[in-house]
């Protein structure tokens, strides 16, 4: 059905109670998409990071980026209006082991508007160079 039922939205989103839906907060969501741009443009991931902490964004928790953080907002569907559920057997990826992709639920166009569009993050994810 698509309302948000995941906790704490992602990096460049709002929650609204109201209608249970995930909403864009537009100054983090130029941080999202100049992370996307730059990861297409052969940045890696810790340089991405320290360029995001220069330009003063910090995480949701007011921390600075780090690589990993990236890499994660890269690879993650919400940028893209998707939501993907029951990807894990477990509780999380250290106790939990990833299903056949297969059994995974995936609500395409589930959070609208999004803030990146499907090619730019399909782009950004067969860039091989995240990790430098």
């Known amino acids: ?7 704490k939205p992602n990096y460049g989103y709002i929650y609204n109670r ?3 839906k995930l909403e864009i907060d537009e100054e983090k969501a130029k941080a999202v998409k100049l992370a996307f741009q730059m990861t297409i443009d052969g940045i890696g991931a810790d340089n991405i990071a320290v360029k995001l902490n220069k330009l003063g964004y ?3 928790n007011g921390k600075f980026f780090h690589g990993q953080r990236i890499v994660r907002m890269i690879r993650s569907e919400i940028y893209k209006g998707w939501i993907v559920a029951n990807r894990l057997k477990g509780r999380n990826k250290t ?4 299903r056949p992709q ?5 609500v395409k166009d589930a959070v609208k508007p999004c803030i990146i569009d499907e090619d730019t993050w399909d782009k950004a994810n067969k860039a091989g160079h995240l990790i430098k």
């Open 58 to 60: 910090r995480t949701n």
């Open 95 to 98: 106790n939990g082991k990833i």
């Open 102 to 106: 297969d059994q995974w639920i995936v």
């Open 18 to 20: 109201l209608e249970r």
């Open 1 to 7: 059905m698509g309302p948000w039922s995941n906790g």
